[in-house]
């Protein structure tokens, strides 16, 4: 029959971590670690691939630094901005799009000039 050896030292096995003097299986670790990866990988896959209605298509990148709109027909935003960012944005767009078309009210002393330029 097969014995263990004895060795003068304690010797760890592989699968054992201590970790501020607890001892953490190393399986238990990897599973641990490998659930946190697929979390967020699933969690970036959902920010990606998920509509929310804002009023204009909106499509998330990940090397954007702000929200750029083409034509209004499609935004492009941050992959880390928030649904209340993006509906923010998209409202402010509008605003400033829509501000833009419209005559000054008669009376008011403002040239059309001014008014595209605010």
Partial sequence: ?????DYPIAVAFINDVVLAGHPINTTLLSAV???LLAWIVL???YKMF??????????????CT??????????????????LQIQRAVTAHWKKSLRSTI?????SGRRVEDVAEA
Avoid at 66 to 83: E, H
Avoid at 103 to 107: E, Y
């Fill in 1 to 5: 029959m097969w014995e263990p050896a």
């Fill in 33 to 35: 670690l490998a659930f």
């Fill in 43 to 45: 969690y970036m896959l």
């Fill in 50 to 63: 998920w509509r929310a209605d804002f009023g204009l298509p909106v499509r998330r990148r990940l090397l």
């Fill in 66 to 83: 702000s929200m750029n709109v083409q034509g209004d027909q499609v935004a492009f935003v941050p992959l880390f901005w928030s649904d």
């Fill in 103 to 107: 005559a000054p009210a008669p009376g």
